[in-house]
């Protein structure tokens, strides 16, 4: 097997442009694993980890990947600030939620996710720095794709919990 080669720590700046360029061309592997590459040598770099969490949750619902909701939340406890840590848990949820909409799951396990994605949202926003107003432009979606779609409604009793 082969092993990975080291990038130098002044090629990080480069590496993390490409790993954004790589989200932008829709290539979420190969932005995950220059992150990873970053993250050899940069273990803290708060961009590195963003964009590997971005990366993994770009992943979600594509029938050639294998990454799950969990691989992207094992991120979270590894950003510095906890506006970061509820801003992206939310983006995690929503993310995840938006890509169940054109599978054969519950609507009320979409629903849930996504009233997880809003309570993170809320944490966030209170914590957000003025004009930061990320987390309610977030918000606001999630309120229009459970307004888009009557099925997405609360789990009833009787309901098994698939999440």
């Known amino acids: 097997m082969c092993k990975i080669k080291p990038i130098s720590p002044e090629g990080i700046p480069k590496a993390l442009n490409r790993a954004e360029r790589y989200r932008f061309l829709n290539e979420p592997r190969e932005a995950e694993s220059v992150c990873l590459d970053v993250l050899e040598i940069a273990p803290d770099n708060q961009e590195a980890l963003v964009t590997l969490l971005l990366a ?10 294998s990454v799950s909701i969990e691989d992207a939340q094992y991120v979270l406890p590894r950003l510095e600030t ?16 938006k890509t169940q909409l054109d599978e054969i799951v519950p609507g009320y396990v979409i629903h849930e996710r996504l009233r997880q994605a809003m309570a993170h949202y809320e944490k966030a926003e209170a ?6 107003d990320d987390p ?9 794709i ?3 779609y009557p099925d997405l409604r609360p789990r009833q009793i009787g309901e098994p919990d698939l999440l």
């Not at 914590?127 to 930061?132: D, I, Q, S, T, V």
């Not at 309610?136 to 229009?144: G, K």
Request: glycine share 6%; proline share 5%.
């Open 127 to 132: 914590l957000a720095p003025p004009g930061r």
């Open 146 to 148: 459970l307004d888009r």
């Open 82 to 97: 906890e506006f970061a840590r509820e801003y992206y848990a939310g983006i995690i949820c929503e993310r995840w939620a």
């Open 56 to 65: 993994l949750s770009d992943q979600f619902g594509t029938r050639s990947s």
């Open 136 to 144: 309610i432009l977030r918000w606001n979606t999630c309120v229009r």
